[in-house]
């Protein structure tokens, strides 16, 4: 599809909510002939009302989880992020959710990932991390839990359906699962590794790894991206540091491609590949979390997460990017009414930070179809839903 064409089928989609002052949402910011895009981080309270760290004490052991939260009535979105990302993946769509329907938003850092803190943030075990979900559930709400819906993107999604599937939230209500499929996820188990390889390791500013993102594709959406990078990557720390020893690493802000508007749509310009700079100044930002030493957990979260979908007793919905993610057992369960399902095409794997208006007006239309809320204006599906 051609710029042009895409810009066409682009604008007959439902217009987006007005921004915030200063903010643009899409991975292309319209900003005039020559003029670059900002990539800037932009704080959290942008998005979100408050922040808390949730205290869980098991044993003599205290574990803390970053939460981020908005909205005081209606039903709580329990938001479950991917491997690697953080809860601020979901800034951007809270805000969003927040203005369509009532609810309240409770956006977690998983554990060993952002800012939580835990004892033991080696184990993501599917069985460890579905028992933090109940957890954090019974210490922010205790006895007298509103209704739950669980949210979840890729491994979020997989540790939302665990938590459901072994009633470890009394109150759930709904089941909301974003761009993650038993068949597809564990295919891709094996090219896993090369993929994280294949990323910088360092980044010499914040900037450059929000540039690098949304360059790459990671995330596709600037506006999200300005956001929750920050949640993705800290300061670097080496551990052997002798003084004035060189550090290689990836300046990833060298401009993969620029880009230029010339008469509303944009050019590319093709630059040098990435390459190694060798400077004396320290790198850094790396990432949080090293994914790659996670890899003996990565089976147990998808290993029969279809079938645990399907038996989950709420009503259920499958955002996906595309409908060839579809396995065989969700195809059936498809076909028999036993969730509902939809496709947002245009989006890449982070589908709730690539269209977090789209993702919202599933959601929303979802809730208020299952009685879930009420709505706080015209709630518009560009997508139909099967």
Not at 312 to 334: E, F, N
Request: aromatic share 6%; hydrophobic share 35%; net charge negative.
């Amino acid at each position: 599809m051609s710029s042009l064409e895409k810009d066409l089928f682009l604008s007959k989609l439902p217009s987006r909510p007005p921004m915030r002052p200063g903010l643009q949402t899409g991975s292309k910011m319209r900003m005039g002939p020559g003029r670059k895009r900002d990539f800037s981080p932009v704080p959290w309270n942008h998005y979100f009302e408050t922040m808390e760290d949730v205290i869980i004490t098991r044993g003599i052991s205290k574990d803390s989880f970053r939460i981020y939260k908005s909205g005081s009535e209606g039903p709580v979105l329990l938001l479950l992020h991917g491997g690697g990302h953080s809860a601020l993946s979901w800034a951007v769509f809270s805000s969003l959710i927040i203005s369509r329907v009532k609810c309240r938003v409770a956006a977690v850092d998983l554990r060993g990932h952002g800012d939580t803190k835990v004892v033991n943030s080696d184990d993501l075990s599917a069985e460890n991390m579905s028992r933090d979900v109940g957890d954090i559930i019974d210490t922010l709400y205790g006895e007298d839990a509103p209704p739950v819906l669980l949210i979840g993107h890729s491994m979020g999604g997989a540790i939302a359906v665990h938590a459901a599937a072994k009633n470890l939230v009394p109150s759930l209500q709904g089941l909301c699962v974003i761009d993650v499929v038993e068949g597809t996820a564990m295919d891709a188990l094996n090219s896993m590794q090369t993929f994280l390889r294949s990323r910088p390791k360092i980044f010499n500013s914040v900037e450059s790894a929000i540039e690098w993102s949304v360059k790459s594709g990671q995330i596709r959406n600037l506006e999200s991206a300005r956001v929750s990078m920050l949640g993705q990557i800290k300061r670097y720390e080496e551990e052997q540091n002798s003084p004035g020893s060189s550090h290689a690493f990836v300046d990833t802000a060298i401009n993969e491609e620029e880009e230029e508007e010339e008469g509303g749509i944009a050019k590319k310009e093709k630059k040098n590949e990435p390459t190694i700079s060798v400077k004396e100044d320290k790198p850094e930002y790396t990432w949080r979390i090293e994914l790659s030493k996670t890899e003996k957990y990565w089976e147990g979260w998808f290993k029969g997460l279809s079938n645990l979908f399907l038996s989950c007793p709420v009503p259920k919905l499958l955002l996906l990017a595309g409908v060839d993610r579809l396995d065989r057992d969700l195809t059936i369960g498809q076909m028999q009414g036993k969730f509902q399902m939809q496709v947002l095409p245009q989006c890449g794997h982070a589908v709730h930070e690539d269209a977090p208006d789209k993702v919202a007006e599933a959601l929303a239309t979802f809730m208020i179809r299952n009685k879930f809320t009420e709505s706080k204006g015209d709630i518009q599906s560009g997508y139909p839903s099967f």
